[in-house]
Nanobody
């Protein structure tokens, strides 16, 4: 069982930056690949990026590539999403998710545990 708690969301102007954190409970955090997703009002949940269990492998959606970076520290049971050059279209609730295994995937159905989400609003 893994519990995930996101934090760090807020209101930011276009071009600004935010760093989201996802703190995980449990002693087996390193057994999980992690993913970040987002959901805007009236839209489906969208893949943002994922990181492997050891932090070596990352993948990003084309819409955020070059602007967002995912990292993790297994000793701190935490994964981060650094978001730079934010755009109004990045406005959404952001979720972290955990998947037992080496790699994460873009399909939200592949993940076992989800956080409650944190709101990110980018003003123009």
């Amino acid at each position: 069982q893994v519990q995930l708690v996101e934090s760090g969301g807020g209101l930011v102007q276009a071009g600004g930056s935010l760093r989201l954190s996802c703190a995980a409970s449990g002693r087996t955090f390193s057994s999980y690949a992690m993913g970040w997703f987002r959901q805007a009002p009236g839209k489906e949940r969208e893949f943002v990026g994922r990181i492997s269990w050891n932090g070596i492998s990352t993948r990003y959606a084309d819409s955020v590539k070059g602007r967002f970076t995912i990292s993790r520290d297994n000793a701190k049971n935490t994964v981060w999403l650094q978001m730079n050059s934010l755009k109004p279209e990045d406005t959404a609730v952001y979720y972290c998710a955990a998947r037992s295994g080496i790699y994460g995937y873009a399909d939200p159905g592949e993940y076992d545990y989800w956080g409650q989400g944190t709101q990110v609003t980018v003003s123009s």
